[in-house]
Every structure is written in C-alpha cells, then in structure tokens.
C-alpha cells in the first residue's frame, strides 16, 4: 500500500529532460512535487498517509509556506486539525506574525513537509513555532529525500509516508 | 446559510487592535485571511461553497501562490480537480515555470482566490494561465473586498462566495 503510493507520487513527480537544478548543477532528471501536490487523488492519498502517521494529541498541524500548504490543508481536512502557516520572514504589515494562523501556547504541533532533502526550511520553520510557545511533537514528511535524518540529529521526531534516496 | 457562513467568515477573521496596513496606513482592524483559511471547519465550508459556485465543465482549479492555496486544496478534494497553482514570477530553476502543476492547453479553469480589494493579483495570475493556453472561465472569489467589479471591468466571468464592503 505504502510502497504502491511511492511509486505512483514518484512516477507523477519525476520530469524527464534538461534541468538546471536550485544549486545550478545541471540534472537529466527534476523532481517536481507539484506534481503529487495537484492531482487530487494523489493529494488525498498522501494526506490519509500524513493523518494516519500523526501521533496521539495532536491539537495543531502546521507547514511551511509554499507548496506544503496543499498537502496540509488536505490533511487538516482528514484529520479535523488547525493549521498554521510559518513564513520564511515575518509579515511586515498587519499582524507582524512570522506565524500565520492560531497556535495558542502549549499547542501540540505535527509539523508537515511534502518533500525535504536537507530539512533546513523544516528546521527553521519548526524553530518559528517554538519560539512562540508551543511544542513539535512530530515532523511528518510526505517524502523524505535524506531530510529526516539531519531533522533528527537536531533532536526532533520525524516520520515519513515514502523515503527515497536521491539519485546524487 | 451563505449569509451565515459569510458572519463566521468575518467574525473569524475581523481582528481589533492597532494595525498597520499594508498602504501604509494605521487601522484599529485588521482582516487576517488566515484566520478562515486555518480554521478546519470554515476551510471545509468556503471551500464547498467555492466548488458549488463552479459552472459546468470546468477541468483545472487554480489558484495565486500564497493562501488561497489551502482553498484552492480544499475544493480540489471536493471537486475532485487538478490543481494549477501561479507564482509571481517564473522559478528560477527546474521547470522554470509561473504555472506549477499541469495545464494542458485549452484546459477551462476556475482562477479561485481567498480574498480580492483590488483584483490586481488575481488578473495577474489569470494572464499567466491564459499565456499557457488554457481559458479563464470563471474566477471565484471566496470573499469579494471589492476585487469583482475590477475583474469584471476586465472581461472575466466573476462570483463570490460572501461581498464586504470594505470598512474604508
């Protein structure tokens, strides 16, 4: 089942052709999670995944800004959980938050990722969350690129629907 | 039932304090999108509105990067369409593309937005769709702050969920 979802968000994302990947290097092959994000079945497959993997207590569900806010509201849909948006840089106008939406102090957050490869945007995003006052219980990401592991060495808990092991 | 949904919408939303807008100008309110947008129950709720809104024969949902992708995700689900989601500029690597997710030409969409005072994002968005090929059947605003009557000036075909006269 697991395996059987892998290869099919694998086989929708991976683009065949001539890419010029974020660090500049070229690639024959691009990743592109728009793809599993904007297929509704796709997307609703992976946010079952998500909601099943949350541990037991969670108030709140969070994403970074981006692609992930797809994958979270579908997962706060099946799991009837509040969201908030963590952005890269808090707003600077209005509500001045870094942190879009409620998480009230003591929230126990599911921190969620479509993809991470270095976990540096899931760390970043994480720590924004905590300095407002609440806890990550767990980082659940949709695919986990070699992320997983750098989030746990900071000393988080993470689980992931599909692992996959970059090609480079 | 709509007039209800719109009072939630807004009492949800409405924030009081001392505010700096995003022209410049302080306000004692403030109107924080997120705040329905993060809200489980309201999502689910704008979002079926949104999706009984769209006339038939629609076959892509799209939506501008940025919140009203939780929307566009959550009538996705609903309608069971794919999603198109805009940036505002090209990406600067990989697909290199505006429009991420797959838009084949002649491709008739729905351009959904969360909330529109002025229309501008929202014609740009449906301009870089129409460059792809595809057309712009309807726009939906989920809450109209006055954006409608500029698109409509436009040529497109708009609907709301819930019009606010904005406050100034």
């Not at 990743?31 to 709140?60: C, Q, Y």
């Not at 099946?78 to 003591?106: C, F, N």
């Not at 760390?123 to 219980?137: D, V």
């Amino acid at each position: 089942m697991a395996n059987d979802l892998a290869s099919r968000l694998l086989a929708a994302s991976e683009l065949h052709g001539d890419f010029v990947l974020s660090s500049g290097r070229r690639s024959s092959v691009y990743f592109d999670k728009f793809r599993f994000l904007t297929d509704p079945d796709l997307l609703k497959e992976t946010a079952h995944a998500v909601a099943s993997a949350l541990p037991a207590g969670i108030t709140h569900l969070a994403a970074p800004e981006g692609a992930a806010t797809l994958l979270v509201a579908a997962v706060a849909l099946e799991a009837g959980l509040p969201i908030a948006v963590v952005r890269k840089e808090p707003k600077t106008y209005g509500t001045m938050s870094q942190v879009e939406g409620r998480v009230p102090q003591g929230a126990r957050v599911a921190l969620i990722e479509d993809v991470s490869t270095t976990g540096h945007q899931v760390r970043r995003a994480a720590e924004a969350l905590e300095q407002t006052g609440c806890t990550i219980e767990v980082i659940v990401l949709a695919i986990d690129r070699g992320g997983a592991q750098h989030l746990r060495e900071a000393g988080y808990r993470v689980t992931s629907v599909v692992e996959v092991r970059p090609a480079d």
